[in-house]
C-alpha cells in the first residue's frame, strides 16, 4: 500500500489523539480505526494494522503511568499468563474464521461492556455491602480477563473499556491505578496477538509505522490527564465513548 505524506499525517495525528484517549481509559479504536479506513485499508486490514500500530502504545503508557504502577507489580505478572492465553486464542480464531462470524457479537459485548463502567460505583458499593467485593472478583476477574483478552486479540476495539471496568470492579481500585494496570495487561495482549499477526499476514507497514509513532506520543500523554480530571468524568467519558463505538458498529459504520 502507498501511502500518501498527507494521509501519514492524518494517521500520525489520529494515532496521536488516540493514545490520548486509550492509556486514559477511553476506547483509542473510535479513532484509529476510521482514520485508517479513510486512508483506503479494508476493514480487516484496517483491523491488525490497528492492533499491529497500538503496540507502540505499551512503553508509552508505562512511562506515563509510572506513579500508578508502583506496587502492582505483582497483579501484572500474576494475570499476564491469562491476558497471553486468551489474546492468542483471539488472534488465532481471526485468522482461521469469517471476519463476519465475531463482528455480529462485538457491539452487543461493547456496550455491556461500557455500561458496567459507567455503573461501576453502584455495582462496587452493593458488593461491599454484602462483604463480597473480594470473593466476587476472585471469580470474576479470571475468566472476564481471559474473554477480554480474546476479544481483544481478535477486534480489540473497547477492550480497554472491558478491562478497565472488570478491574476497577474485582479489584476495587481507583481509576488511575486500575487504568495504569489495565493499559500494562492489554499491552502484554496486544504483543501476543501480533507476534501471530505479523508471522501469518501480510501487514500494511506504510500506514502502521504513522499510527504506531502517534500512539507512542499520545500513550505518554494520556495516563497524566487521569491524575489531573476527576476519577467520574474520565469513567463516564470511557463508558460513553464505549457505547458510542458500540452504536456505531451496530449500524454497520
Request: net charge positive; aromatic share 8%; glycine share 12%.
Amino acid at each position: 500500500m502507498d501511502v500518501k505524506p498527507v494521509e501519514a499525517g492524518l494517521l500520525a495525528g489520529a494515532g496521536l489523539l488516540a493514545g490520548i484517549v486509550g492509556s486514559a481509559g477511553g476506547t483509542a479504536s473510535l479513532i484509529s480505526y476510521p482514520a485508517l479506513l479513510m486512508a483506503g485499508l479494508p476493514p480487516l486490514p484496517a483491523n491488525i494494522t490497528n492492533a499491529v500500530a497500538f503496540v507502540a502504545a505499551w512503553p508509552g503508557s508505562a512511562l506515563g503511568s509510572r506513579p500508578e504502577l508502583r506496587g502492582q507489580g505483582r497483579q501484572l505478572w500474576r494475570w499476564a499468563p491469562l491476558t497471553v492465553a486468551g489474546s492468542a486464542a483471539g488472534a488465532g480464531l481471526l485468522l482461521v474464521t469469517p471476519e463476519s462470524v465475531f463482528d455480529q457479537v462485538v457491539p452487543f459485548l461493547l456496550a455491556a461492556a461500557a455500561i458496567v463502567l459507567l455503573l461501576q460505583p453502584k455495582i462496587s458499593a452493593w458488593l461491599a455491602r454484602r462483604h463480597e467485593h473480594r470473593r466476587s472478583g476472585r471469580f470474576l476477574l479470571p475468566g472476564g480477563l481471559l474473554a477480554a483478552a480474546a476479544y481483544d486479540g481478535y477486534w480489540g476495539a473497547g477492550a480497554g473499556v472491558m478491562v478497565l471496568a472488570l478491574l476497577m470492579i474485582a479489584l476495587g481500585r481507583p481509576l488511575p491505578q486500575s487504568n495504569a494496570l489495565k493499559n500494562m495487561l492489554l499491552g502484554i495482549a496486544d504483543v501476543t496477538c501480533c507476534v501471530l499477526f505479523i508471522a501469518y499476514w501480510p501487514i500494511e507497514w506504510a500506514a502502521t509505522v504513522p499510527l504506531a509513532a502517534g500512539f507512542l506520543a499520545g500513550s505518554i500523554i494520556g495516563p497524566a490527564l487521569t491524575r489531573r480530571l476527576p476519577a467520574g468524568v474520565v469513567r463516564v467519558v470511557a463508558a460513553l465513548a464505549g457505547l458510542g463505538l458500540a452504536i456505531r458498529l451496530w449500524a454497520g459504520g
